[in-house]
Structure formats: structure tokens, C-alpha cells
Nanobody, 119 residues
Framework: QVQLVESPGGLVQPGGSLRLSCSARKTTCDVYVMGWYRQVPGKQRELVATITNDDVTNYADSVKGRFTISRDRAEFTVYLQMNNLRPEDTAIYLC?????????????WGQGTQVTVSS
């Protein structure tokens, strides 16, 4: 079973920055999509940013120009650099990985890490 190990989130002041990382363990699959979703209690989980093994990225409109997703291919790790954070970015951030093996797609989730943007 693939394991996703997330770095801790934290408390950041508005306008501040934070970098999250997520490492995939117990996998050698090299065809994937990996990234971050976020969830606020009472609201639907929403995509933040993803990156594929071909370095194709996708961002939510609300984070474009502020967040950057990247990956370390050798370490099966993705990074989310979050700049100019806003209070509305406060959420639980969940790492996500979808692996493709032939016709089969498998989804995996991390446990989530809290990011709080507040003064």
C-alpha cells in the first residue's frame, strides 16, 4: 500500500509563506498525478494544485500566482510553495497521489496537515 508522508503545516501570518512537502513511500510507479487538495469543515474538498510525472501542472484559480508546485523525481516527493497566504487559505491540506498502471488508476491520500493563516 502506497504511503504518503506529509510535512507539518503551521500557523502563518497573512502575507507569509509556507512550504509543504509530501513523499510517496512503498511505490515505484512512475506514471502518476500528485499534489494537494484542501478541506474546510462544512465545505467540499477542493483541488489546490497537482503535477504529473510529465511536469504538467494544474492550479486552482484562487492560488494561481501565489502557490507553486514542484517535484523531486528521484525522491517521489512533491513540494507546495505557498506565498502571500491569506486567511481564506486556512484549511486542512491533504496530499493526493493517483497512480496509473495500464488501464488501472489507484488513488491514495495522506492524513492531512493543518495550515492556519491568521494574525
Amino acid at each position: 500500500q502506497v504511503q504518503l508522508v506529509e510535512s507539518p503545516g503551521g500557523l502563518v501570518q497573512p502575507g507569509g509563506s509556507l512550504r509543504l512537502s509530501c513523499s510517496a513511500r512503498k511505490t515505484t510507479c512512475d506514471v502518476y498525478v500528485m499534489g494537494w487538495y484542501r478541506q474546510v469543515p462544512g465545505k467540499q474538498r477542493e483541488l489546490v494544485a497537482t503535477i504529473t510525472n510529465d511536469d504538467v501542472t494544474n492550479y486552482a484559480d484562487s492560488v494561481k500566482g501565489r502557490f507553486t508546485i514542484s517535484r523531486d523525481r528521484a525522491e517521489f516527493t512533491v513540494y507546495l510553495q505557498m506565498n502571500n497566504l491569506r486567511p481564506e487559505d486556512t484549511a486542512i491540506y491533504l496530499c493526493y497521489r493517483q497512480e496509473k498502471t495500464g488501464p488501472r488508476e489507484s488513488d491514495f491520500w495522506g492524513q492531512g496537515t493543518q495550515v492556519t493563516v491568521s494574525s
